[in-house]
């Protein structure tokens, strides 16, 4: 069993940074693929980063490539998401999710694990 907190959202503005956390439970969290999703209201879920168990493959979404970095301190049972250059379609709540095996990683329905998600808004 893992659980998982998100923590670091907020209200930014354009061409502004945060970094989100995702801290979990669980002995064996080390052992699972991780990623970040996001959903704006009206919308769907959406995989926007991804991060293997050893850290080694960071798969991104198109719409955030080279301005979001995703990143593992499994010794802290921690994962980053560094979100630079925001927009304001970059506006959701921002969920981690983390399953263990190999799979689809962009689908949802892959994860075994969420967390309650944190609020990003950035104004223009």
């Known amino acids: 069993q893992v659980q998982l907190v998100e923590s670091g959202g907020g209200l930014v503005q354009a061409g502004g940074s945060l970094r989100l956390s995702c801290a979990a439970s669980g002995r064996t969290f080390s052992s699972y693929f991780t990623a970040w999703f996001r959903q704006a209201p009206g919308k769907e879920r959406d995989f926007i980063a991804g991060?293997?168990?050893?850290?080694?493959?960071?798969p991104y979404a198109d719409s955030v490539k080279g301005r979001f970095t995703i990143s593992r301190d499994n010794a802290k049972n921690t994962v980053y998401l560094q979100l630079n250059s925001l927009k304001p379609e970059d506006t959701a709540v921002y969920y981690c999710?983390?399953?263990?095996?190999?799979?689809?990683?962009?689908?949802?329905?892959?994860?075994?694990?969420w967390g309650q998600g944190t609020q990003v808004t950035v104004s223009s």
């Open positions: 991060i293997t168990a050893s850290g080694s493959t960071t």
């Open positions: 999710a983390a399953y263990r095996g190999a799979g689809n990683y962009v689908s949802s329905r892959r994860y075994d694990y």
